[in-house]
């Protein structure tokens, strides 16, 4: 789906989004009867879902119906997620500045986590004719912080790694905001099993070099099928990083496996991790390759088809 400017996504997510049908249909059908009753926080979750696995039109615009009437009613994180569509005028939905601001406004007055932080990046950034005001937006990332919005600590992180926004350069800070992100998006995340969120972890925590949390998402993210986290695999350990030790028989396992996969949003993405598969073969002994084609075909009967 479409991407939004703002921080509503956070990491880098898989090239495949997972679908409605990784949600049990006796969860689905429960939320739509509590959403039918007025739930708000099935209309939010229910909206997630549906963001979480657009592929269609159809999909965008039963995100936009769940957000749209949670935050009708007054529910603050729903109130976040409609006025980021709407300041993006996404799908069917108009695109409106001034409402969506003032929707944002409305749901950060309320302390939604989310809202607070997408509002410190508007006001630093100066978007959607936001006047850009550090000061201001240095205020709404603390109080988002304060909070324990994933989002914000990811945003800080960023800051302090890189010595951003009036954040002075301090690794260890950046090093303690990272980990929190991480902590708190496994606390709040609606969708645990859903393989982006997965990967997200996996790189929040790889990045605060907590490897063993990392292997864990990223080994759930596998067993899924996620073609981004089984190329992520590859590459570390080609690279011996993130934890990984340098294995090229691992490696060509995986980018073989990855490969095979052939994500249809981005059909080029399998041909480049092909490549690094053929770059790395000319390292290894015939014996190598052999042993990374069965652990290849061993890896692929253990994922969750």
């Known amino acids: 789906m479409k991407s939004a400017r703002l ?4 990491f880098t997510f898989a090239c495949v989004a997972p679908k409605l049908a990784a949600v049990s249909q006796l ?3 429960t939320l739509k009867v509590r959403a039918a009753a007025g739930d708000n926080s099935a209309r939010y979750k229910l909206g997630v879902i549906h963001e979480l696995a657009a592929e ?29 569509y709407q300041l993006e005028g996404f ?20 302390k939604d986590p989310d809202a607070l932080a997408m509002l410190a ?15 201001m937006g240095a205020k ?12 914000a600590y990811s945003f800080r992180a ?19 905001d990272i980990l929190a992100c991480a902590l708190a998006m496994e606390a709040t995340a609606a969708d645990l099993d859903a393989p982006v969120i997965q990967k997200s972890l996996y790189h929040a925590y790889a990045k605060a070099e907590r490897f063993n949390d990392a292997r864990k998402w990223l080994d759930k993210a596998i067993q899924a099928g ?17 934890g990984e030790t340098k294995d090229l028989v691992q490696a060509y396992a995986y980018f073989n496996l990855a490969a095979s996969i052939r994500p249809e949003p981005f059909p080029k993405a399998s041909s480049m991790i092909a490549e690094n598969r053929d770059m790395i073969a000319k390292e290894m002994t015939g014996a190598q390759i052999a042993e990374a084609q069965r652990l290849s075909t061993e890896l692929n009967a253990k994922l969750r088809k």
Not at 7 to 10: H, M, P, S, T, V
Not at 140 to 151: F, I, N, P, T
Not at 226 to 242: D, K, T, V, W
Request: aromatic content about 10%; some cysteine; overall charge negative.
């Open 226 to 242: 996620s073609y981004a986290a089984i190329s992520e695999r590859g590459i570390s350990h080609m690279l011996g990083s993130n």
């Open 27 to 29: 969860e689905l059908s």
């Open 140 to 151: 709404y990332l603390e109080a988002a912080c304060e909070l324990k919005s994933a989002m």
């Open 158 to 176: 960023g800051a302090y790694e890189y010595g951003l926004e009036g954040y002075p350069k301090d690794a260890q800070a950046a090093k303690r």
């Open 121 to 135: 990046q508007i006001h630093f950034e100066g978007w959607y004719g936001v006047t850009k005001d550090a000061k």
């Open 91 to 110: 799908g069917s939905l108009k695109k409106d500045q001034a409402a969506g601001i003032k929707m944002l406004q409305a749901a950060a007055d309320l």
């Open 56 to 84: 269609s039109p159809a999909d965008a615009e039963k995100m936009i119906e769940y957000f749209r009437a949670g935050a009708e009613a007054g529910h603050a994180a729903c109130m976040g997620k409609f006025a980021l």
């Open 7 to 10: 921080l509503a996504i956070f």
